[in-house]
């Protein structure tokens, strides 16, 4: 898309959309969307966070790299999350340690901390401008949820990374002006950055070793074969290997559907709330998620808005955020949106290959800044000669979910229903 037609389509934003979104710190020029037939190395399909870190990971490791995107560039998914850079998985180490063995559950939980590191790193080797800001509070918000949380801490000191502290009660309002908390869990590696601008920087860098990337593209159908070809409405490409990165909506590959369900996750963000509120409700300016049944998660964006998640459809965000910090009544919402998150059964993300050359990474139950990131590099290592690492997460036995569309929403609704009976927080 022309660099001025972007230009309109940010100004012509209304509160529905992502305040990421419409606060890029770059504009991109991408190749617009596929025409004629062209070949390539590595065909990545899908702009989030595992399409873009397997974009440049390819590309650095100098293979001819063509990116495909159904939607516009800006409005791709790197832009509509909650933007937490969190280790470990929605299972505990323990509880991972029985499933998956303690040296499986070892080598999973270090690899979210390699992710994170490779995340940290592209931005200071590439200085991509994206408010990185370091340390994140999980808390807590019933006093039996402590428990959990001293127990996390052990866990991870076992695996050896001794770093996550507990906070008392009496401590807690030193990170967060809420009477609800009673207590969490400060991990200094924990972080929050402005998600969009993070995936602008490692695009840019991408392109700049040769990646061609084309947005409005949607992928219509993959042919396997020793060549594969792809097939979009306007053009083809043909591809020694694709990356099918994140959740890809190709017809006609249930292998990947049937293991993941979507939901559509809410979040908001204030108007700025200025610096006092600012730094009296977040004082040290960390990110925070807590125990809730229905998790809620925040964090301050640069210029001192709330920008507020839930993990639960067509909740009353506004209504939560304000039964955790009163002083937030009357304070202006100038954005919401939402965006499909997906679910696994096992809650592991799902990694595989539908075929030698064809690989896939998706289902990351709401952590995927992270292994989205891993997953990219994992990709690019597997085809360049080494997958232990990929292999290690495509091991990972995964329950197909029976029925189509309309038996995930019962579930999903059960589920959620469940969750809203154990929510005491309204
Ligand atoms: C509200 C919300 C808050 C979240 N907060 C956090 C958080 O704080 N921390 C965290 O770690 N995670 C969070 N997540 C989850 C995280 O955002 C996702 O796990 C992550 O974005 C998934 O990245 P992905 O690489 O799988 O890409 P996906 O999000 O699955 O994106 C796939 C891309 O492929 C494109 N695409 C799909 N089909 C085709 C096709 N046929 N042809 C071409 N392109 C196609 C789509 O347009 C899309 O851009 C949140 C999610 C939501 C919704």
């Not at 590309?59 to 790197?78: C, F, H």
């Not at 409405?233 to 006609?252: D, M």
């Not at 998706?362 to 997958?387: D, P």
């Amino acid at each position: 898309m022309p660099l001025e037609a972007q230009t309109e389509q940010i100004a012509d934003q209304n509160y529905r959309t992502s305040w990421y979104t419409v606060t890029p710190n770059r504009l991109m020029a991408t190749l617009g969307a596929l025409g004629g037939e062209i070949n390539c190395d590595v065909c990545v399909i899908g702009a989030g966070f595992t399409g873009i870190s397997a974009a440049y990971e390819f590309s650095q490791k100098g293979y001819s790299v063509i990116l495909l995107e159904a939607k516009n560039l800006l409005d791709s998914v790197t832009g509509k999350n909650g933007s937490h850079l969190l280790r470990g998985y929605q299972i505990s180490p323990d509880n991972m340690a029985k499933k998956y063995t303690p040296a499986g559950a070892r080598m999973l939980c270090n690899l979210t901390l390699e992710g994170l590191a490779l995340i940290v790193e592209r931005i200071a080797r590439h200085d991509i401008k994206c408010d990185l800001k370091f340390g994140h509070v999980t808390a807590a918000l019933y006093r039996e949820d402590v428990s959990s949380l001293t127990d996390r801490i052990k866990a991870w000191g076992q695996l050896g990374h001794t770093d996550l502290q507990y906070i008392s009660a009496k401590d807690i309002p030193a990170y967060i002006d809420s009477k609800k908390y009673v207590g969490g869990l400060y991990d200094p590696k924990g972080a929050h950055f402005h998600p969009l601008n993070y995936a602008l920087g490692v695009l840019q860098t991408a392109q700049a070793a040769g990646c061609k990337i084309y947005d409005e593209t949607p992928v219509h159908e993959i042919t396997q074969g020793a060549t594969v070809r792809v097939r979009t409405q306007t053009g083809a490409v043909n591809a020694k290997f694709v990356v099918l990165s994140g959740h890809i909506r190709i017809p006609g590959i249930p292998k990947l559907s049937k293991k993941i369900i979507p939901a559509a996750m809410p979040m908001l963000a204030t108007q700025p709330l200025g610096t006092k509120i600012a730094g009296k409700i977040l004082p040290k300016g960390t990110g925070v998620t807590d125990t809730c049944s229905i998790m809620n998660y925040f964090n301050l964006s640069h210029d001192g808005r709330l920008l507020f998640g839930s993990v639960c459809p067509n909740i009353d965000l506004q209504k939560r955020m304000t039964a955790l910090f009163p002083d937030l009544k009357g304070i202006a919402i100038a954005h919401r949106w939402d965006n499909p998150m997906d679910f696994t059964l096992n809650r592991m993300p799902h990694f595989g290959r539908l075929a030698d050359n064809i690989f896939y990474a998706h289902g990351y139950c709401g952590q995927g800044v992270i292994l989205g990131n891993l997953a990219g590099k994992l990709m690019a290592e597997a085809v360049s000669g080494t997958a232990e690492r990929f292999d290690v997460f495509a091991g990972i036995r995964h329950l197909s979910i029976p029925g189509g569309d309309s038996f995930k929403k019962r579930m999903l609704a059960f589920g959620m229903a469940w969750h809203r009976l154990q929510d005491s927080l309204l």
